[in-house]
């Protein structure tokens, strides 16, 4: 069973637009949202996290948006570069300790 | 080399043969963790580990089995390889600390069973 749902599969942005992933969930207590970012032929990394006590987190051009009520968060990227293109995996965890629940990814698409 | 280190990178076995995947980490992390990740499953974790001589299973563990008998290793075996296990996997590790959950991933290793 999927705890995490992300939204959309894949996505064609152009250079310089927003690109937006959405990801939902259910266990309420999951603490920590995580987005990690992936290219071909390398691991994950992590790009940038929320915990839920914000409602949004900002570093650079990457922002998560975060709504406790509606158990959603989504990634924002401003100014979408073609290096950006890549697969992103949003997640979620219960406190340390606890491994992550990964959506099953969306493929980010920036043309030039 | 500091970090966290997958071999071998490319793998190709046959149905019913053993096959052991290796996970080395610098850190001396306390967790870690083993992946699969299949087009449109995105990550599923198959075990975890707390410390040395501590594992749990996650998601997905049938058909594997780890041992953690060093902080820095983590190694993955097939016990007897299937078609359904031809996927990539990945092998991470974080800090035990509250400050930060991050895992850090390896380059992964390419499975391919015929």
């Known amino acids: 069973q999927q705890q995490v749902k992300q939204s959309p599969q894949s996505l064609i942005v152009q250079k310089g637009g927003i690109s937006i992933i959405n990801c939902a969930y259910e266990?309420?207590?999951?603490?920590?949202f995580p987005w990690y970012q992936q290219f071909p032929g390398k691991g994950p990394a992590l790009l940038i996290a929320?915990?839920?006590?914000?409602s949004e987190k900002k570093e650079g051009r990457f922002t998560i948006s975060f709504n406790k009520s509606a158990k959603q968060f989504s990634l924002h990227i401003m100014d979408s570069q073609p290096g950006d293109s890549a697969t992103y995996f949003c997640a979620a965890s219960i406190g340390s300790g606890y491994a992550l629940n990964f959506g099953k990814g969306t493929s980010l698409l920036v043309t030039p | 080399d500091a970090g966290i280190t997958q071999s071998p990178r490319y793998k190709i076995t046959e149905t019913g043969r053993q096959v052991t995947l290796m996970c080395h980490q610098t850190?001396?992390?306390?967790?870690m963790f083993w992946y699969r990740q299949d087009l449109g499953h995105g990550l599923r974790l198959i075990y975890y580990?707390?410390?040395?001589?501590?594992?749990d299973k996650g998601e997905v563990p049938d058909g594997y089995v780890v041992s953690r008998s060093k902080t820095e290793n983590f190694p993955l075996t097939l016990e007897s390889a299937t078609r359904s296990q031809t996927s990539v996997y990945f092998c991470a590790s974080r800090h035990a600390g509250p400050s930060s959950y991050e895992q850090y991933f390896g380059p992964g290793t390419r499975l391919t069973v015929t």
């Open positions: 929320i915990r839920p006590d914000v």
């Open positions: 850190w001396s992390h306390s967790y």
């Open positions: 580990s707390a410390a040395a001589d501590i594992t």
């Open positions: 266990n309420t207590a999951f603490d920590y």
